[in-house]
């Protein structure tokens, strides 16, 4: 391990101060996001390279290209699928299962995509289930913030559950050596848990949104939705391909971003669109908005702020009689620091801190099911916490309805408190069952 950094340099107060600028105006929204990103990421740029500690080429390298790629394939191929009336047939069958139900509708999506997420990439099982709860929505006149805020929190807590259900837990899997089966018999039971009390708090925080029954004010007849057969069963090939893909692309190395892009390969090649319509409809700002953001915490990284914080937990957990206490304040401290910055590099962060006490006689393995706990559940802290969140908050802006936006308040009170309550049952289970989460 490299020397501790004994205190908080001036780079890191640089680095620390931009992200905090770039935060104020993205939570205030004097600006839009996208323009706050990419103004936080140039200055972070110019900073860095000025004080020595981020360059240019360190800014291109921060960019996660896999989710960049794994974002805008899949989105091609939502808005490939969007003219063929495959959304208006999902939506009507999964209107008439609801039976004029809001609250069993919202169960019904939220248990769905929380299904689908562990074992997809939950920012893959969202990118389809969004624009999908906006249609079914619209068509029953319903207000589309309580599904869309309860799929993207569902999606995060799913996530974590399993060892391919979110990107941090593939890391912590392959640091300590966890399989499939021992990450999911340790997550599941915790998950299972927080899930069921995450389900009662969006009924409960949107309970006046979802107190009044489905008038069905239009023909729910799904033989008449599809308009265009041929072009759905290409893409839903296209679809079928990348799944496959999803499940076994580890086996082969395979990247998840270019999983999706073999998928959007083959449905160019059987529906033949016209780019500058599909390409047109790609949410751009989104995809700048990640970059802007990649880069501003890329430059927080190399400036070594995260570092100090993981060294910091570190020596918390020098003795080992403290080894809950240090689970918990590392579960703690990963969550409210993923619901400020991606949870990735945090992860990165830690993981070579924790396997270096290991050297020192402490037993990490609660440390690694504290981490992805707290990386997993954090990022619904925020609208900004989960790739997940920002994409079900753009699409509730493409519905260009004032009701209809998710602002960063309205994000912090339905989301914190969630996040808040579903660490706090996390703590509770740690502490009861400890002794499960040891090492052999």
Request: glycine share 8%; charged share 10%.
């Amino acid at each position: 391990m490299e020397p501790m950094t004994t205190g908080v340099t001036a780079n890191m107060w640089i680095a620390g101060g931009i992200m905090v600028a770039a935060y104020v105006l993205i939570f205030s929204e004097w600006i839009h996001r996208t323009l706050a990103g990419i103004i936080g990421s140039v200055v972070m740029v110019m900073a860095g390279s000025i004080g020595g500690f981020y360059t240019q080429a360190d800014a291109v390298a921060a960019i996660d290209a896999n989710t960049m790629f794994l974002l805008t394939g899949m989105m091609t191929l939502v808005v490939l699928l969007r003219p063929t009336g495959g959304f208006e047939y999902l939506a009507i069958r999964m209107a008439k299962l609801a039976h004029g139900s809001p609250r069993l509708l919202l169960i019904y999506l939220s248990t769905v995509v929380t299904v689908i997420s562990l074992f997809l990439d939950n920012v893959t099982t969202v990118l389809v289930f969004a624009p999908l709860t906006v249609v079914i929505t619209r068509m029953l006149a319903l207000n589309p913030v309580p599904y869309l805020m309860s799929e993207a929190l569902l999606s995060d807590t799913g996530g974590v559950a399993t060892l391919v259900g979110d990107p941090p837990n593939v890391m912590i899997g392959s640091a300590a050596n966890i399989d499939f089966n021992q990450f999911l018999f340790h997550m599941g039971p915790i998950i299972l848990v927080v899930w069921l009390v995450t389900v009662v708090l969006m009924l409960y925080l949107f309970r006046s949104h979802l107190s009044q029954p489905i008038e069905e004010t239009v023909d729910l007849d799904e033989s008449k939705a599809i308009t265009d057969p041929k072009a759905l069963r290409s893409i839903l090939i296209s679809m079928a391909v990348v799944i496959l893909l999803f499940f076994i692309h580890h086996h082969f190395g395979l990247f998840p971003g270019y999983v999706a892009w073999v998928g959007v390969a083959v449905a160019l090649a059987l529906v033949r669109p016209d780019p500058d319509v599909f390409l047109a409809q790609i949410d751009w700002p989104v995809l700048l908005f990640f970059a802007g953001l990649f880069i501003i915490v890329g430059g927080v990284e190399a400036s070594g702020l995260l570092d100090l914080v993981g060294q910091q937990l570190g020596e918390i957990a020098q003795d080992p009689d403290d080894l809950l206490l240090t689970a918990l304040v590392l579960m703690w401290v990963a969550a409210l620091m993923s619901a400020i910055v991606d949870n990735i590099p945090f992860t990165v962060t830690m993981i070579p801190i924790i396997a270096h006490l290991e050297t020192q006689g402490v037993d990490i393995m609660p440390l690694w099911w504290a981490l992805a706990l707290g990386v997993g559940l954090g990022g619904n802290g925020t609208h900004i916490g989960s790739t997940a969140n920002v994409i079900c908050v753009a699409e509730a802006e493409r519905c260009e309805v004032p009701e209809y936006r998710i602002s960063p308040l309205l994000w912090l009170k339905k989301g914190t408190p969630v996040m808040l309550v579903t660490l706090l049952v996390a703590s509770a289970i740690l502490v009861l069952f400890f002794d499960a989460y040891r090492g052999g």
